[in-house]
């Protein structure tokens, strides 16, 4: 099977329109010819700072920098460069409608379809190493604490000067590998990356404090050599991706309260308070934990953290139970002065998305209202047209998972395809009168039980031989080996 042409149908069959029409292709090609807009009078150079990135091994879709600095009272400066994706994507041009409609990249895992085409997504609108590039500033002050006491938003220039990858940089980190060459290769670049770990765990110290949530997750990465599937592998999570997520958590909270100090309206982030509260209790009495009556977040991370100390291996599945429990988030318009649910998993009430401009609309649109409020001009939307998008981004999102869900199904089963008859130790992860699944120890696929699934229950370790796949539904199937 062409995995990437099965990835591309899944795009077409949930509503999404992958290619890009002559009218923005025409848009990027004269972008290209004109080349990028000077930065204004009066915009910061902050080029010689230490901005380094650390996303996936691969990305070139760079929406995020980061630089730090110790202050004289104990605090820690802390600044995050997002792309300025708006300056080269105008709100109303032929690219901004077509991100408009799809409202995000999506990641299949054998194909890559981006909300922007990839000359502005991964170069002109990328914050790539050694290139002077447009950013939108997002500068706290944190406090010892990990507490934020002061927040403020300005246009500046910027340079990346360490393009760095999660699994090397964290491998470095932690003490398992070498100085990556880019933070080697930079004078100063190895205690500044330091100062970030240090920094990013004082945030999430005070995050869990509050009642932060922390799930376990696998995310198998298909090897495919040729357009073949030839494994999978999974990449544990390491501090790398914990100062990532820290500080844009943290930028993110940042910006819904700006946004709010200077009375315009926003989108906003949600997890509701779960309705299903109820179901997570009966989760956790089953290990023997009693939560509160209603909803808590702050035992319920209590409940989260030991259970991942206690069981590792099962970890993943009840994260998996709890983040379904929860329900997925969602996208609502803010409006000046008015109450709307928060965050529940990340304990905050309020919160909007704003770094990552280049790969989500939403962000975009928060990028665009973030530069009117600094420049004391008035709101680029109408809290109407947030309204819209952020029903948009909600509805365009939940189908960009489902053609990622599809499209994991599909490459397990197709890496599997070459292996039936053979005998696995797995781990039962449903069990109900729609069916009995498992997952694989050591290989990271779920497949149904069709055979031999009497007994058996959630959190049963057994041993399954794979009786068949269709690789172009992604079904697999097991029978149990007693």
């Given at each position: 099977?062409?995995?990437k042409?099965?990835?591309?149908?899944?795009?077409?069959?949930?509503?999404?329109?992958?290619?890009?029409?002559?009218?923005?292709?025409?848009?990027?090609?004269?972008?290209?010819r004109?080349?990028?807009?000077?930065?204004?009078?009066?915009?910061?150079?902050?080029?010689?700072?230490?901005?380094?990135?650390?996303d996936?091994?691969?990305?070139?879709?760079?929406?995020?920098?980061?630089?730090?600095?110790?202050?004289?009272d104990?605090?820690?400066?802390?600044?995050?460069?997002?792309?300025?994706?708006?300056?080269?994507?105008?709100?109303?041009?032929?690219?901004d409608?077509?991100?408009?409609?799809?409202?995000t990249?999506?990641?299949t895992?054998?194909?890559?379809?981006?909300?922007l085409?990839?000359?502005?997504?991964?170069?002109?609108?990328?914050?790539?190493?050694?290139q002077?590039?447009?950013?939108i500033?997002?500068?706290?002050?944190?406090?010892?604490?990990?507490?934020?006491?002061?927040?403020?938003?300005?246009?500046?220039?910027?340079r990346?000067?360490?393009?760095?990858?999660?699994?090397?940089?964290?491998?470095?980190?932690?003490?398992?590998?070498?100085?990556?060459?880019?933070?080697?290769a930079?004078?100063?670049?190895?205690?500044?990356l330091?100062?970030?770990?240090?920094?990013?765990?004082?945030?999430?110290?005070?995050?869990?404090?509050?009642?932060?949530?922390?799930?376990?997750?696998?995310?198998?990465?298909?090897?495919?050599?040729?357009?073949?599937?030839?494994?999978?592998?999974?990449t544990?999570?390491?501090?790398?991706?914990?100062?990532?997520?820290?500080?844009?958590?943290?930028?993110?909270?940042?910006?819904?309260?700006?946004?709010?100090?200077?009375s315009?309206?926003?989108?906003?982030?949600?997890?509701?308070?779960?309705?299903?509260?109820?179901?997570?209790?009966?989760i956790?009495?089953?290990?023997?934990?009693?939560?509160?009556?209603?909803?808590?977040?702050?035992?319920?991370?209590?409940?989260?953290?030991?259970?991942?100390?206690?069981?590792?291996?099962?970890?993943?599945?009840?994260?998996l139970?709890?983040?379904?429990?929860?329900?997925?988030?969602?996208?609502?318009?803010?409006?000046?002065?008015?109450?709307?649910?928060?965050?529940?998993?990340?304990?905050?009430?309020?919160?909007?998305?704003?770094?990552?401009?280049?790969?989500?609309?939403?962000?975009?649109?928060?990028?665009?209202?973030?530069?009117?409020?600094?420049?004391?001009?008035?709101?680029?939307?109408?809290?109407?047209?947030?309204?819209?998008i952020?029903?948009?981004?909600?509805?365009?999102?939940?189908?960009?998972?489902?053609?990622?869900?599809?499209?994991?199904?599909?490459?397990?089963?197709?890496?599997?395809?070459?292996?039936?008859?053979?005998?696995?130790?797995?781990?039962?992860t449903?069990?109900?009168?729609?069916?009995?699944?498992?997952?694989?120890?050591?290989?990271?696929?779920?497949?149904?039980?069709?055979?031999?699934?009497?007994?058996?229950?959630?959190?049963?370790?057994?041993?399954v031989?794979l009786?068949?796949?269709?690789?172009?539904?992604g079904?697999?199937?097991?029978?149990?080996?007693?």
């Open positions: 099977m062409d995995l042409a099965r990835a591309h149908q899944a795009m077409l069959d949930a509503g999404f329109k992958p290619d890009f029409p002559p009218e923005v292709t025409g848009a990027v090609a004269a972008l290209k004109n080349g990028s807009p000077k930065p204004v009078d009066g915009v910061r150079d902050l080029r010689a700072l230490l901005w380094s990135s650390i996936n091994d691969t990305s070139r879709d760079l929406d995020q920098i980061e630089a730090v600095e110790r202050l004289a104990g605090s820690t400066r802390l600044l995050i460069g997002i792309a300025d994706v708006d300056s080269l994507v105008p709100k109303g041009s032929a690219p409608l077509q991100a408009a409609l799809e409202t990249s999506v990641y895992g054998v194909a890559t379809f981006p909300m085409p990839g000359e502005l997504s991964t170069d002109m609108t990328s914050l790539v190493g050694d002077d590039r447009c950013a500033i997002i500068e706290l002050v944190v406090q010892p604490s990990g507490e934020v006491t002061r927040h403020s938003v300005y246009p500046a220039l910027v990346n000067r360490a393009k760095l990858a999660y699994s090397s940089t964290g491998a470095w980190l932690e003490g398992r590998g070498p100085i990556p060459p880019p933070v080697a930079v004078q100063g670049m190895e205690d500044q330091r100062t970030q770990l240090e920094l990013s765990t004082r945030l999430r110290e005070l995050r869990k404090k509050q009642g932060a949530l922390t799930f376990g997750s696998i995310e198998p990465v298909p090897v495919i050599d040729h357009g073949e599937v030839k494994d999978l592998t999974v544990p999570h390491n501090v790398a991706q914990d100062i990532i997520e820290s500080f844009m958590v943290a930028a993110n909270v940042a910006m819904a309260l700006y946004l709010s100090e200077k315009c309206p926003s989108i906003r982030r949600v997890v509701r308070t779960p309705r299903r509260w109820d179901r997570i209790r009966q956790a009495a089953g290990f023997g934990v009693t939560l509160p009556p209603t909803p808590d977040s702050r035992a319920l991370c209590d409940f989260l953290d030991h259970r991942r100390a206690a069981d590792p291996l099962h970890f993943p599945d009840l994260s139970s709890v983040v379904k429990l929860l329900g997925p988030g969602e996208y609502v318009m803010g409006a000046p002065g008015g109450e709307q649910e928060g965050h529940f998993g990340l304990a905050v009430h309020d919160y909007t998305h704003s770094t990552a401009p280049n790969r989500r609309f939403a962000d975009l649109v928060t990028q665009r209202l973030l530069k009117a409020a600094a420049a004391g001009q008035s709101c680029a939307y109408s809290e109407s047209e947030l309204e819209q952020a029903a948009r981004c909600t509805e365009r999102e939940d189908a960009a998972r489902k053609v990622e869900r599809l499209m994991r199904k599909i490459v397990a089963a197709s890496a599997l395809s070459n292996r039936i008859g053979e005998i696995f130790d797995g781990l039962v449903g069990a109900s009168p729609k069916g009995t699944y498992a997952r694989l120890l050591k290989f990271p696929a779920e497949g149904r039980v069709i055979r031999g699934m009497q007994g058996i229950d959630v959190g049963d370790r057994i041993r031989r009786v068949s796949v269709d690789v172009g539904k079904f697999i199937d097991f029978e149990r080996v007693q």
